[in-house]
């Protein structure tokens, strides 16, 4: 029996519809509109697309949103500054410097800069460890939209066996640590794999939930996958091009033949990556939602 597909256009749809209502009802009981401001540094086509999308979520959604687009040569100081000025500026209310930066520029000490209640990315140390110790205030947007689409996708998480391929920071290691949290929507058995682990595929083979950020196309195949299981396909490779001359993708499953044996699965493209900027804007309405 084929699985089930889960899509992340609708999940992602619902939420931003939700999000809306409560951007209208922000504004009309307490006139606060939230916004946020993105930071792109140079010209990079990948960041300028994920840049211009988040301005339209925003839009759609009803939240401004405040771009500031500098030069590949912006000093680091200079970027700094900016920063200062957007965590003192009042109708900011998330702040989203775009990765990569330049080669010049330390990323940590920009990003550590980021006022931590305005940290809608959610990769500051602050915010990394309210995530661990459980009072988690802006969970990293990829993993926030992984567990949306397992709890909306129908699959218990009580108790399951979940396993995690990838040790990132941005995917591997908050997912896993948001799974293994004491709350509804997690309280898995957690196990994480990557390149070190021994014999991988028994542990794979364990999953009632398969989360797969491993950066290797297809690196997943159906005989390590448990009948039955919610699998998750968290990349997004370039494989070639098609007959038109756009990017084919795969993703870290091979999907066709795991499909078979699965329960539930996201596909590539059209899973994952739906949701990131979504959870972009959820987090960037929690942080109006708790301005003092």
Avoid: W
């Amino acid at each position: 029996m084929t699985a089930e597909i889960i899509s992340g256009k609708e999940v992602a749809k619902t939420i931003r519809a939700e999000l809306t209502e409560e951007v209208a009802d922000l504004k009309q009981t307490r006139g606060i509109v939230p916004g946020l401001a993105t930071v792109l540094v140079g010209e990079d086509p990948a960041s300028v697309s994920y840049v211009t999308a988040k301005g339209k979520a925003c839009d759609k959604i009803g939240i401004n949103s405040f771009q500031h687009n500098l030069p590949a040569d912006t000093p680091e100081d200079e970027l700094l500054k900016l920063i200062d000025q957007l965590n003192n500026n009042d109708e900011v209310n998330g702040i989203l410097v775009q990765l990569p930066l330049p080669g010049h520029i330390d990323e940590n000490r920009v990003l550590y800069a980021i006022d931590p209640d305005k940290d809608v990315d959610g990769f500051h140390p602050v915010n990394v460890g309210r995530l661990v110790i459980g009072e988690e205030v802006f969970p990293p947007c990829t993993p926030a939209g992984i567990r949306e689409l397992i709890v909306r996708g129908g699959t218990p998480t009580e108790g399951a066996e979940l396993v995690v391929v990838g040790r990132s920071n941005i995917v591997g290691k908050p997912v896993a640590v948001m799974m293994l949290q004491k709350k509804d929507g997690a309280n898995a058995t957690v196990t994480v794999c990557h390149t070190r682990t021994r014999n991988m595929a028994e542990h794979t083979r364990r999953a009632d939930i398969l989360i797969v950020a491993a950066g290797r196309p297809r690196a997943i195949t159906a005989d390590m996958v448990k009948p039955g299981a919610t699998v998750i396909d968290v990349g997004v490779n370039r494989i070639g091009t098609t007959s038109s001359g756009k990017a084919k993708l795969a993703g870290d499953v091979d999907f066709e033949a795991v499909k078979e044996v699965a329960g539930k699965i996201t596909p590539v493209p059209g899973g994952v990556g739906p949701m990131t900027i979504t959870m972009l804007m959820k987090n960037t309405v929690k942080a109006a939602k708790l301005k003092p």
